[in-house]
């Protein structure tokens, strides 16, 4: 806890000054940070999120929900955080403010600290939701699309479990049974023991 609250510190102060005149708070992970089972990783906060400054609130964590009742774990259990911590936005055709994928930019930045952070929860696997989390994990060149599913090994030095991110289910149903069998892969995996790469 003392090493995470440390990781936090520093990143705080290393991000205050980069945007000056900016509202771009960080929202950092939260849950279970003495050596999880589980550390899940997901893209970037969206506007709940910074919000609440909790990750994984919102819609996001009505799909965080429906992921661990159907791997069996509980939240309190896990550690969940994301690669990006600031809510990446762009403005939409109608004006409005929406979600956007980081940037490159964005991810030279976050991700140094993502393994710092990864270092000091210290969990047993970490599980990634979608392509961004996976490629800055691992050799930036894999999709979840060729390895959903399936355990790698991270450059953090932990099992890494690849999984489709929840949100991509609502705009391509066919998923839905992919990521649900994916799912019961890696609680099947983590009841035998696992993880088991």
């Not at 159907?70 to 409005?96: D, H, Q």
């Not at 929406?98 to 600290?113: G, T, V, Y």
């Not at 990864?118 to 050799?139: C, H, S």
């Not at 991270?154 to 991110?165: D, I, K, R, T």
Request: glycine residues 8%; hydrophobic residues 40%; charged residues 20%.
């Amino acid at each position: 806890m003392a090493a995470l609250q440390s990781v936090y510190q520093d990143m705080q102060a290393f991000f205050k000054p980069l945007w000056p005149g900016e509202d771009k708070p960080l929202v950092l992970g939260e849950g279970n940070s003495d050596q999880p089972i589980l550390m899940l990783i997901g893209e970037a906060p969206g506007e709940t999120e910074v919000i609440k400054r909790r990750p994984f609130v919102g819609k996001a964590g009505k799909n965080l929900d429906e992921f661990l009742q159907l791997a069996g774990l509980k939240r309190e259990e896990i550690f969940v955080s994301n690669v990006v911590k600031i809510r990446p936005v762009e403005m939409g055709p109608t004006g409005r403010t929406r979600n956007r994928a980081p940037n490159k930019e964005e991810l030279s930045l976050f991700i140094p600290w993502l393994m710092k952070e990864i270092d000091a929860v210290q969990p047993r696997a970490l599980v990634t939701l979608g392509n961004v989390p996976l490629k800055a994990l691992t050799d930036h060149k894999t999709t979840v699309g060729d390895c959903h599913g399936q355990w790698l090994q991270s450059q953090a030095g932990v099992p890494l479990f690849a999984l489709y991110h929840p949100a991509s289910i609502i705009y391509r149903r066919a998923l839905a049974p992919v990521y649900e069998q994916d799912v019961l892969a890696l609680a099947a995996s983590l009841q035998k023991g696992g993880p088991l790469p």
